[in-house]
């Protein structure tokens, strides 16, 4: 009997401690995510009236986050990041907090604050570490920073998650080897296309690394399927890969070569139609539409600048005229 009496207060004891301890770590953590957020105070981008307005209103934290992104979408970026600074001061939930630093997070990633953005992330991470949002733009802003080793361990947490990371670290890894500046180009090829299986795209990254180094095309080891770098191979001035039919193609549309070929492509075929015609101005012109967003963009990307997809990029070509340097404003 008198055992389980001195159970039962041990018990006691241990939910007494735990109810104190809970308090005085939610006491603390207030304390450090207010001393933190004071490194982003930014709210002088609200007047007075409004910051006094959101502070003392009875506004959830969704509705607060609601007219943080409304912002956010409209490009005001520094009125958004204001709103979801006033959000943190005002709500209680562990959730809660970690949701709004995660908007915040990705706000100061929009505007290009990428150390700012870190640092908000982090605090997510601290508070989650199964937050994989965070963890996801913690990478993509150290693949920008260009610390790619950063980037493969944050990937190792990710992946513990769950989530499918080849093609991010294989993308990571082939970053890392193109910009290492005491590896020579053929070598850097070499060591990329050992990537090529998790991240296909890697093939064109090893022609773009031969085309910034000087290094003759003819020489790459492995040639991309054409769709993935037809911009690229339209600015090459002898033709190459004509073991490929759709190399080939291309090169007879551009009348590079004499063997005769059949077009399927329409823009090909109106390309050739025009060389045989004497008209010399006409040229290919590219634009790169994502695949998951279906936004479009002047310039290739690996990874979508909009939804940060990867490897969703879809290279579209249309007919246009050369560009005349000679009579190009300056």
């Not at 080849?166 to 070598?187: C, F, G, H, R, S």
């Not at 296909?200 to 492995?222: D, E, S």
């Not at 193609?249 to 075929?269: R, Y």
Request: charged fraction near 25%; charge should be positive; include cysteine.
């Amino acid at each position: 009997m008198f055992g389980i009496v001195v159970l039962i207060f041990i018990v006691f004891m241990v939910a007494i401690l735990s109810y104190v301890w809970g308090i005085f770590k939610t006491k603390d953590e207030k304390k450090n995510l207010e001393k933190f957020m004071k490194k982003f105070d930014s709210l002088n981008s609200l007047s007075d009236k409004h910051i006094k307005l959101l502070q003392n209103l009875e506004i959830d934290a969704q509705s607060l986050s609601l007219l943080g992104s409304t912002f956010a979408k409209n490009g005001d970026f520094e009125k958004a990041i204001s709103v979801y600074i006033i959000a943190l001061g005002k709500i209680k939930n562990k959730a809660q907090k970690e949701f709004i630093l995660s908007e915040l997070g990705k706000v100061y990633f929009k505007a290009g604050f990428m150390q700012n953005s870190m640092e908000v992330f982090l605090k997510a991470v601290e508070l989650s570490p199964r937050n994989a949002l965070a963890l996801r733009f913690l990478t993509m802003i150290d693949e920008k920073l260009k610390l790619y080793d950063d980037a493969l361990e944050t990937l190792v947490s990710l992946n513990e998650l769950g989530v499918d990371t080849k093609a991010n670290v294989a993308y990571i890894k082939a970053l890392k080897i193109m910009n290492d500046k005491n590896i020579e180009p053929t070598q850097k090829v070499q060591k990329m296309l050992e990537l090529k299986a998790d991240f296909p795209l890697v093939a064109r990254m090893c022609m773009q690394t031969f085309i910034r180094q000087g290094v003759n095309l003819k020489n790459l080891p492995h040639f991309p399927v054409l769709s993935d770098v037809i911009d690229l191979v339209n600015s090459s001035d002898t033709a190459i890969n004509l073991s490929d039919d759709d190399y080939k193609e291309f090169f007879f549309a551009k009348s590079m070569i004499d063997e005769t070929t059949a077009i399927k492509s329409f823009e090909l075929n109106v390309l050739r139609a025009t060389n045989l015609g004497g008209y010399k101005k006409a040229t290919l012109g590219f634009s790169y539409i994502c695949k998951h967003c279906k936004n479009a963009f002047p310039m290739h990307f690996y990874r979508c600048p909009m939804c940060h997809e990867l490897a969703s990029v879809s290279i579209k070509t249309h007919i246009t005229e050369k560009s005349d340097e000679n009579h190009m404003p300056f």
